[in-house]
C-alpha cells in the first residue's frame, strides 16, 4: 500500500512541476516564453473562438508555477481573453527532441518558436537555429508535419534558419520584409540625375 502511495505521489508531484506528458491532439505548441506570450495567446485564443477554443501547449525553461501567475495576472487583470481556449505549462529544456515530445509536438497542428530577448540579435538567432534543428529533429518521423513560425531578431539571419528542412517553414522578424520576397523600389529626382532608392521594409512586418 505504501509503494501506491509513493507511486502516486511522485506522479502528482511530477504534474505540479510541469514535466508530464500532453496528451491532445491538435493543439499549438509554444516553444519559449517572452514578454510576446500573452499577446500570442491572445491572438490565437481569439481566433479558434469560433470552432471552441483549442489548447496551447508552453514548453519553456522556467518554472510551470511562475508561467502560470503570469497568465492568471493577465486573465484576472483583463489583459487576456482566452475564450474557450485552455492553456497548458510544461518545463523542460527546450533543445531536447524528449522535451519537445513531453507537449506533443508529433500530434500538434501548428509550432511556434519564441526567441529569448536576454541575448544580443546574433547570440537569440544562433539559439533558434538550434531550436529550429530541435523542432526538425523531433518531427522527422511525422508523416504530415505541422508548420513552424521560427521567430528570429535579425533579418541577415533569415537564409541561416532557412536551411533547416522545417515543414512549411516561416520566420517571424522584426525587422523583415512583408511577405512576398522583395521590398519595393521607388524612383526619385534629385536636379538632373535620378536615382534609384530602395525603400526600408516597414518594422513589424512577417513573413
Known sequence: ???VTESVAEQVDSFKRGLSRVLDSGHIVMVGWTDKSISIISQLAFANDSIGGTTIAVLADLQKEAMELELRKAVDS????????????????????TSLQQVGIQRARAV???S???????????NMLRQALSVSGALSAVAEPPPCTIEIQDVDNLN??????????H?????????????????????????????????GGRR
Open 160 to 169: 541561416l534558419v532557412s536551411l533547416v528542412n522545417l515543414p512549411q517553414q
Open 1 to 3: 500500500m505504501s509503494l
Open 112 to 114: 511556434i518558436c519564441l
Open 116 to 126: 529569448p530577448k536576454d541575448l544580443r540579435p546574433d547570440e537569440a538567432d544562433g
Open 78 to 97: 483583463g489583459e487576456l481573453n482566452l475564450y474557450n481556449s485552455q492553456v497548458v505549462f510544461r518545463s523542460g529544456d527546450t533543445m531536447l527532441e
Open 171 to 203: 520566420q517571424d522578424c522584426p525587422d523583415a520584409a512583408p511577405q512576398g520576397g522583395e521590398t519595393e523600389t521607388e524612383e526619385t529626382e534629385e536636379t538632373e540625375e535620378t536615382e534609384t532608392a530602395r525603400t526600408p521594409p516597414p518594422r
